[in-house]
């Protein structure tokens, strides 16, 4: 802690930052926002939509004068969006052109263990791992970025990520926009840290991890967007390391929330901020006048840590995330649909097991994470309770691979409307519990584990992260799993 609190009150200049920040003032928003393109996609004999994302090293230009070395996928930095329909099989093609091992993990898909992506589907330089699923699960906004044990911050941080979307042509409510680059906009939210020759700089440290003041959206640094349409949805992902952001809009206007992580909302929720940690993912839909132009940011938020830390954590910071700049004259938009496909109350008929699990310090329940060992074995189809408790000084989030979870509460009281549909991640501020009602899926491998974890990625790279296999119900115990390396 002394070290890191160091770092904390050396702030941000260290003398090697170049001036590229964020903080509210300090942009003119010149860049238009790049738009990550649609994978193309070829279909197999099979009918399978095959994918090919192919992981290398690259430069690319955010700021107006130097490149940054970066890493992406089928490109330099960050990657396309896949894009597939509830009941189609996909097959990808993962190829690996780093110069170190890697592997891509479908966060909040429902998937065979085997074709996860965690730490044991790892992909050597040079290698190639081709997973292939049915889709089967609500529309939604899901995303890919490497899992390697110990190295997914850095790698992240270099750029690997993207999205991936579900959707659902039957469950796709009128009103509700849906044309990609158009009415219907990925914002993938991240911080970093320039050096003066332009490459990304790993400081300061804070509690937290990794946490910069230059924020880039879809790797634009300074971003606007020109909006075309009265309504807009954007489906934001926070793809930090570290940082929280509160999203708001400069003029305090209010938006709605339509779908969290896992899909849509049982109705819009009308909110005037929404607050993302590391992973969680939540699609809003704001509305522009002519001409105006608004300002997204991200507002000060309670992390429950003392001034200083939060400071650290980048909790009281004001940033600018992107400008919109709305057309003369816009397009007309409908008015969204009172109710959306969303789920209703949780089943809670059948709960086969409440489980604890206490994230401190880098451990849950006092452990950290061990390849061969299984932490929690789960049964097939069953749904257990998960009660979740940050008992620690420090703010934490908790992901769970596979599933959609419902948060029945958050310290004893029932969740906000925008965290009550379904969830793969809840954040967890100092000393917050949330009580959580996990379905499990039917893909049984009592061999290889998926994981749960914080997704603050430094604490996971630290080994704050457990492993769960899915078994039929009754059977118990498992074989430690053997890690395979696709060559
Ligand atoms: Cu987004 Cu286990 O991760
Ligand atoms: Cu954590």
Not at 306 to 321: F, K
Not at 349 to 357: D, Q, V, Y
Not at 423 to 436: E, Y
């Amino acid at each position: 802690v002394g070290s890191a609190a160091a770092w904390l009150l050396a702030g941000c200049g260290d003398g090697n930052t170049r001036d590229a920040y964020s903080t509210v003032g300090t942009l003119d928003f010149a860049n238009p926002l790049r738009i990550p393109p649609l994978a193309p996609a070829t279909r197999s004999s099979d009918g399978a939509r095959v994918f090919e994302l192919a992981a290398a090293e690259g430069s690319t230009q955010f700021l107006p004068d130097r490149p940054t070395p970066t890493w992406g996928y089928n490109g330099s930095y960050l990657g396309p969006t896949l894009r597939a329909t509830r009941g189609e099989k996909v097959r990808i093609a993962v190829v690996n052109r780093l110069p170190e091992a890697t592997s891509v993990h479908w966060h909040g898909m429902h998937l065979p263990a085997g074709m996860d992506g965690g730490p044991h589907q790892m992909v050597a330089p040079g290698g190639t791992w081709t997973p292939e699923w049915v889709v089967n699960q609500p529309a939604a906004t899901l995303w890919y970025h490497p899992h390697p044990h110990g190295a997914t911050e850095q790698q992240v941080n270099r750029g690997l990520a993207g999205l991936f979307l579900v959707e659902d042509p039957e469950a796709a409510p009128d009103g509700l926009p849906r044309d990609y680059g158009r009415d219907d906009f990925p914002v993938v939210v991240q911080d970093r840290n320039f050096a003066k020759d332009g490459s990304f700089h790993d400081g300061p440290r804070a509690l937290t991890g990794l946490t910069g003041n230059s924020i880039l959206v879809n790797g634009t640094w300074n971003p606007h967007l020109a909006v075309s349409t009265e309504a807009v949805r954007l489906r934001l992902l926070n793809a930090s390391s570290a940082r929280s952001y509160s999203f708001g809009f400069d003029d305090g206007r209010g938006f709605a929330v339509v779908a969290s992580d896992g899909g849509l909302l049982a109705a819009p929720a009308a909110v005037d901020r929404v607050l993302l940690s590391p992973g969680e993912r939540a699609e809003v839909v704001v509305r522009f006048a002519p001409g105006e132009r608004v300002e997204l940011r991200s507002f000060p938020h309670e992390l429950g840590m003392t001034t200083a830390l939060a400071n650290g954590a980048g909790g009281n910071d004001t940033l600018s995330i992107l400008q919109f700049r709305a057309a003369a004259r816009l397009s007309p938009s409908p008015e969204l649909p009172a109710a959306l496909p969303g789920p209703g109350a949780p089943d809670l008929s059948a709960i086969a097991a409440t489980r604890t699990f206490i994230l401190n310090g880098r451990h849950i329940n006092g452990r950290q994470l061990d390849h061969n060992r299984i932490d929690t074995v789960v049964g097939a189809g069953t749904t257990e309770i998960w009660n979740v408790s940050n008992t620690h000084n420090q703010p934490h989030n908790f992901h769970i691979h596979d599933v959609r979870f419902r948060i029945l509460d958050i310290d004893g009281a029932p969740p906000p409307p925008e965290l009550a549909g379904l969830k793969d991640t809840v954040f967890l501020p100092v000393r917050a519990s949330a009580r959580l009602a996990v379905p499990f899926g039917n893909y049984t491998d009592a061999a290889m584990p998926y994981m749960y974890h914080c997704h603050l990625l430094w604490h996971e790279d630290e080994g704050m992260m457990g492993q769960f296999t899915v078994v039929e119900p009754g059977q118990t115990g498992s074989a430690p799993p053997a890690a395979v390396q696709h060559q």
